[in-house]
């Protein structure tokens, strides 16, 4: 199993800083969005783009590429910021998210944006056309087909009773080049995943569905990267990882507070940073973590 070594897992870790701070810019710019979920899942989406997916941003077609399924498609701008920094667009395209006639809508659109696999916003019917995807290569290329698809979903996504379907169909069907993340940031639009509708034991539930089950720490990119090498391993399973994040993370006054679900700089809860300093408060922070990771660096 390959290991990364301290030296590259700086270099994602400043990835995963721009990606970011882009977030942030694009948000301010946009004037809406979601913030939290973006935030959190920024170490996970820049493993992926950097290391772990087999794609080409310079051919986005490319018929042996991975497939990254977003289910939970208002965390769009983690998707966009990271597609950009990976080279798919340019980065100063980001800020044109949620614009009249902009590729980047508040929803990702396939049709719109080369290197999407799927429109998402509806929450819960991600998995399901994992599932289907991951059958049809099946179909296609037989039980040693060695492309990935990856699902991404989110915790408050698991109230949807169609998730536990594809979950029933992955675990009969032993999908095993089917990997679902789940980000666990314990909120969803207006409070914490334990008092809308409880998931917990969540491992358990999917470990009865079929599926091999990983817990980790979403924020660290040793763990991330060993979780997905365990994943590709498994040969008879499907298999999910669910990420433990801090939602918010890397922004002091956003982190852990479900009221930035839904609420771009500008527009949060005001108690902490007054509204009209959200925006430059979290890019400067950003800024000064940024050079806290270079610093350890060198
Ligand atoms: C079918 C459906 N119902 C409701 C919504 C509205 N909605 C958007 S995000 C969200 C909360 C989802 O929670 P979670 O997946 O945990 O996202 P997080 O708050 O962590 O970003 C809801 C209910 C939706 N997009 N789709
Ligand atoms: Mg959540």
């Known amino acids: 199993m390959e290991h ?10 400043l990835h995963a800083n721009d990606v970011r701070q882009t977030i942030i810019e694009m948000l301010i710019a946009a004037g809406s969005g979601h913030t939290a979920g973006p935030l959190d899942m920024a170490d996970i989406f ?44 340019p980065v ?51 039980p040693q087909s060695n492309r990935f698809y990856y699902c991404l979903m989110g915790d408050g996504e698991l109230d949807c009773g169609q998730i536990w379907e594809a979950a029933m169909l992955a675990g009969k069907e032993k ?8 980000d666990r940031n314990n909120i969803q639009i207006d409070g914490f995943t334990e008092d809308v509708i409880p998931l917990e034991p969540l491992k358990e539930k999917w470990e009865s569905f079929g599926w091999h089950v990983q817990e980790i720490d979403g924020h660290n ?36 507070r479900f009221e930035w679900h839904g609420n771009p700089p500008g527009k949060g809860p005001g108690d902490v940073v007054a509204k009209d300093k959200q925006g430059e408060e979290a890019l400067n922070e950003l800024r000064t973590l940024r050079g806290l990771i270079k610093s350890e660096h060198q």
């Open 4 to 13: 990364l070594n301290d030296e590259k897992i700086r270099e994602l870790e």
């Open 46 to 89: 820049t493993l992926l783009y950097f290391h772990a997916l087999h794609h080409d941003p310079r051919n986005p077609d490319w018929p042996d590429r991975d497939r990254l399924i977003l289910s939970n498609g208002h965390i769009a701008p983690v998707l966009y910021a990271t597609m950009a920094h990976a080279g798919y667009f």
């Open 92 to 142: 100063e395209e980001c800020k044109t998210l949620r614009k009249f006639g902009s590729r980047l809508q508040g929803h990702p659109h396939r049709e719109w944006l080369h290197g999407l696999e799927t429109s998402s916003g509806p929450l819960g019917s991600g998995l399901s056309q994992a599932v289907g995807m991951s059958l049809a290569d099946r179909m296609e290329r037989g």
């Open 175 to 182: 999908l095993h080049n089917l990997i679902g993340i789940v």
């Open 221 to 256: 990119m040793e763990a991330i990267n060993d979780a997905i090498n365990e994943a590709k391993a498994i040969f008879n399973k499907p298999s999910m990882i669910i990420a433990h994040t801090i939602p918010g993370k890397g922004v002091d006054f956003t982190e852990r």
